[in-house]
């Protein structure tokens, strides 16, 4: 992959006839507590050396990701709007600084369904973020979870139900990461003999969890089977060579993963 254009908000790579953009939806501070050991247990004592921390708390990069085969765009998540956090919601300005004219935003594809992920689909003022599109595709088994957002009223009908194994082109494949949330999804994207997996929340604290990748989030609906898919994925980036795209890892948050004598190290690109 080759880096291409960037700024405060994006960075656009090459991947064969592909562009991939990394587009910053701003970030959100954390308390350490969110981090789990087996069992639930809290894990905020004798805390590793390595772990990055931002006056006290864990910063959380939130990125979406915009794949453009050269006719249409498809769009990995959509941040979070105004829905939380003031330090979020910067998609709009990403996608300008970008370039990206949003009429080409054919297709949504949601990783999972929590805020900091389908909220963009509407602009802080109201309006529809991606007025031309056609394709809202939704984990199968978040489609209810989807349905009751009630200020995402507007697009319930229009949500489809997406599998693991579906090709949402001839280039992007839906991948099963389970355990964050039931339907958690990541993207394999391939084109011109190389790959890009955009994993959503397989990591959310890049400091730690490579490194120690039994350490949990509190917010996994399932933490032993969010720490299977993270092992699992993990392994398959680092054997295959995959690049990999992550909604958590620091902005732009694509790299490469490569395994160490206990564990996993990112390296970005």
Known sequence: MERISAGPHHTTYKIGDISVTSLRDGYVDMPIRRLRQPGDRIFDRDLPTQLQLVDGALRLSVNAFAIDDGHEITLIDTGSSNAWHPTMGFLPQALSEARIAVDRIRTVAF???????????????????????????????????????????????????????????????????????????????????????????????????????????????????????????????????????????????????????????????
């Open 111 to 269: 990783t999972h369904t929590h805020l900091d992920h389908i909220h963009g689909l509407i602009l802080a003022d109201g309006r529809d973020g991606f007025p031309q599109l056609s394709r809202l595709l939704v984990p199968r088994a978040e489609l209810d979870m989807f349905r009751s957002v009630a200020r995402l009223s507007r697009f319930h009908d229009q949500a489809e139900p997406l599998d693991p194994g579906q090709h949402l082109s001839a280039d992007i494949e839906a991948v099963a990461a389970p355990g964050h949330e039931i339907g958690h999804t990541g993207f394999r994207v391939t084109s011109g003999g190389e790959t890009l997996l955009a994993w959503g929340d397989l990591v959310h604290v890049p400091s730690l969890q490579f490194d120690r990748p039994e350490i949990a989030w509190e917010f996994d609906a399932d933490q032993e089977q969010a720490r299977a898919s993270r092992l699992r994925i993990l392994a398959l980036a680092a054997d295959n060579a995959w690049c990999v795209a992550g909604a958590h890892l620091d902005s732009p948050g694509v790299g490469r993963i490569l395994r160490t004598e206990t564990g996993f190290r990112f390296e970005p690109l």
